[in-house]
Structures are given as C-alpha cells and as structure tokens.
C-alpha cells in the first residue's frame, strides 16, 4: 500500500514539473546544460547588469532567446508578480508546430541579428584618446604621401 502512494507521488511530481524555469540563477543552468529550449528575457530588469550577459551567454549555446516588454509579463507566466528570465524546459508535442514557427521568428528578430545589434552599441564612437590618435596617424600617412610625390 506504501509503495502505490510512493509511487503515486512520484507520478504525480513529475506532472507537476515545470516546463518553465524562471529565475537567473535556473535560467542560467538550463542554458548552460543546453536543457532549455528557449529564453525569454525582461526588458526592465533594474540593475540591467543581472542580465546584460545572459544574450551572449544563449548565443554561445545556440539557444534562442528574445527580449519581452516587461516583467511582470513574465511573471504572469510564472505565478509572481515579477520575473527576470525564463526558459522553456520542454514542449509539447501538440505544440510542437508552433512553437517551430515562434523559434523561426525569435532567431530572425534576435539570435541573427545579434551581431548587427553588438557592432551598435554605444553608437559606435571612439574616446578622445583614440580620436586623436586617428588624426595623428591620418596626418603622418599623408605626409608620406606627399614626400613620396616630391
């Protein structure tokens, strides 16, 4: 009798297992197992240093992710009231075709561009010291050039 609710239990555990993992911290560990399947991330996460590395981190695992509007819609997935992260551990198969077609959009919107949005940063100005440096070496080649002519 002990052993069926024992393994009752277990049976029922296992339904109850999330398909999502939220939290930096588990994010983090599904990313780096390669056990999730995708990552969203909140775009108004205070300090954003919690998460500024976690696109370069699904990069290098070459796990999708996208950024989403706000926390607390991703709390909402979760039961809190707010939330950093999440990944999805696994789909199910009756999902399987859309989630395929969320995953083609998420990769062209995010994973593709990333590149493209990195080389942007900051806006793609030098410090003062590298301007000048710029100048002094623009200036040096085109009086070579000038020697070079005469």
Not at 94 to 112: G, I, R
Request: hydrophobic share 40%; net charge positive; proline share 2%.
């Amino acid at each position: 009798k002990e052993a069926k609710k024992s393994l009752d239990k277990d049976a029922l555990r296992k339904q109850k297992e999330s398909e999502l993992v939220f939290g930096i911290q588990e994010v983090t560990k599904m990313v780096e197992t390669r056990k999730a399947s995708m990552v969203a991330i909140a775009h108004d996460v205070d300090p954003l240093e919690l998460v500024l590395w976690l696109p370069q981190l699904c990069i290098a695992h070459d796990i999708p992710y996208c950024i989403v509007k706000s926390k607390s819609e991703l709390g909402t997935l979760v039961g809190l009231k707010t939330c950093t992260a999440v990944a999805l551990k696994s789909i199910r198969s009756a999902d399987k075709e859309t989630f395929d077609k969320l995953l083609s959009s998420v990769k062209a919107k995010f994973n593709d561009k990333f590149e493209e949005i990195r080389r942007s940063w900051g806006g793609n100005q030098q410090g003062i010291r590298a301007q000048i440096r710029a100048e002094k070496r623009k200036k040096a080649s085109t009086q070579n050039v000038v020697t070079a002519e005469a």
